[in-house]
């Protein structure tokens, strides 16, 4: 098959070289001219499993007929990005954390096949096609809007051993299990500047923690004990990695707090002590 991958980060390289090494015919869409050139020379090199995956690449917009695309930018980049893509005619699959990204989807009237999901893996971009492996797990994908039997089928051919891909029904389940523990997660490591198993260790920011696990249950119509269970596990998982926010706001970068909590804030119908704190929080720490 003819896969597509936008953007040439993190988890563009690790689904497009993990795919390639499937057998599938490859291509990241990328928007710099080196990337692009060191991609068509290296293909992507998976840093610590010492093999590189053919792939191919081209700019954005320099769309070739593919099966299938998957969109691996930020949430942050589609309000660039959906205009073009609208462009496509194939299905495309979001792979974005939090739930920002439905809204503008929504928003853009897309008319093709839409498959949402989420990446359990962790990935960090070593350059322009190097990318490390740093935690595995799986991607977890369902239909947000139209249906076509054959993208399940589709879909089904990109699950290989080293990178399982499973579907599901219902996309809900999916996101909102995600976007509960980004929210937790993310952004009070950042404010706080702390691993991710300090929220678990320190019994102060525990408290916390579990309130805004509570709000956030609350907004999306969870059950609050469950999804600490869940929250509680993920984070003993991945007790010693600073999250993606953390590094963000060391960073000075702009963060994915709009899609993850403004989504929260946005489709609340109750105040949020916590959740707006932390949104407050993040916004102003990342301010010039
Ligand atoms: N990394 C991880 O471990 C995980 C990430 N995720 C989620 O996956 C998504 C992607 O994250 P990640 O891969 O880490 O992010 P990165 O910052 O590594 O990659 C984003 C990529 O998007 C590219 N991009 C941005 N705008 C455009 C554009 N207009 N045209 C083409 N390319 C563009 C960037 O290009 P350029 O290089 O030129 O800036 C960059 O290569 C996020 O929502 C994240 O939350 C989910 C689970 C784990
Ligand atoms: C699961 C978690 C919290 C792991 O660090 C993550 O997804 C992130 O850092 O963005």
Request: aromatic residues 6%; contains cysteine; charged residues 20%.
């Given at each position: 098959?003819?896969?597509?991958?936008?953007?040439?980060?993190?988890?563009?390289?690790?689904?497009?070289?993990?795919?390639?090494?499937?057998?599938?015919?490859?291509?990241?869409?990328?928007?710099?001219?080196?990337?692009?050139?060191?991609?068509?020379?290296?293909?992507?090199?998976?840093?610590?499993?010492?093999?590189?995956?053919?792939?191919?690449?081209?700019?954005?917009?320099?769309?070739?007929?593919?099966?299938?695309?998957?969109?691996?930018?930020?949430?942050?980049?589609?309000?660039?990005?959906?205009?073009?893509?609208?462009?496509?005619?194939?299905?495309?699959?979001?792979?974005?954390?939090?739930?920002?990204?439905?809204?503008?989807?929504?928003?853009?009237?897309?008319?093709?096949?839409?498959?949402?999901?989420?990446?359990?893996?962790?990935?960090?971009?070593?350059?322009?096609?190097?990318?490390?492996?740093?935690?595995?797990?799986?991607?977890?994908?369902?239909?947000?809007?139209?249906?076509?039997?054959?993208?399940?089928?589709?879909?089904?051919?990109?699950?290989?051993?080293?990178?399982?891909?499973?579907?599901?029904?219902?996309?809900?389940?999916?996101?909102?299990?995600?976007?509960?523990?980004?929210?937790?997660?993310?952004?009070?490591?950042?404010?706080?500047?702390?691993?991710?198993?300090?929220?678990?260790?320190?019994?102060?920011?525990?408290?916390?923690?579990?309130?805004?696990?509570?709000?956030?249950?609350?907004?999306?119509?969870?059950?609050?004990?469950?999804?600490?269970?869940?929250?509680?596990?993920?984070?003993?998982?991945?007790?010693?990695?600073?999250?993606?926010?953390?590094i963000d706001i060391?960073?000075?970068?702009i963060t994915e707090?709009?899609?993850?909590?403004?989504?929260?804030?946005?489709?609340?119908?109750?105040?949020?002590?916590?959740?707006?704190?932390?949104?407050?929080?993040?916004?102003?720490?990342?301010?010039?």
């Amino acid at each position: 098959m003819k896969i597509g991958v936008i953007g040439g980060g993190a988890i563009g390289m690790l689904v497009g070289a993990h795919v390639s090494l499937l057998g599938h015919d490859t291509t990241i869409y990328v928007r710099r001219k080196l990337q692009k050139q060191e991609i068509h020379k290296h293909g992507v090199i998976l840093q610590g499993e010492n093999f590189s995956a053919p792939v191919k690449s081209l700019l954005i917009g320099e769309w070739e007929k593919s099966d299938i695309f998957f969109v691996c930018v930020k949430q942050y980049h589609l309000n660039e990005l959906l205009p073009l893509i609208k462009k496509i005619r194939s299905p495309i699959v979001f792979l974005q954390n939090g739930m920002g990204h439905l809204d503008m989807i929504a928003a853009c009237k897309l008319e093709q096949d839409i498959i949402v999901g989420t990446c359990e893996h962790g990935a960090i971009r070593k350059n322009n096609y190097t990318v490390l492996h740093t935690g595995k797990g799986k991607v977890n994908l369902a239909m947000l809007k139209g249906y076509n039997d054959n993208v399940e089928a589709l879909c089904s051919t990109l699950n290989g051993k080293n990178f399982p891909v499973v579907f599901e029904k219902e996309w809900h389940p999916i996101l909102a299990k995600k976007l509960i523990i980004n929210a937790v997660v993310n952004p009070l490591t950042g404010i706080l500047q702390v691993k991710n198993g300090q929220l678990l260790s320190n019994p102060n920011f525990k408290r916390i923690a579990k309130k805004i696990c509570d709000e956030a249950s609350g907004v999306l119509g969870l059950n609050p004990v469950k999804e600490w269970d869940n929250v509680f596990a993920v984070i003993k998982k991945t007790k010693d990695n600073d999250s993606s926010m953390k590094i963000d706001i060391q960073n000075g970068r702009i963060t994915e707090i709009e899609g993850i909590v403004g989504y929260l804030i946005n489709h609340a119908s109750v105040d949020l002590p916590y959740l707006n704190f932390v949104y407050e929080t993040v916004v102003a720490l990342t301010k010039d």
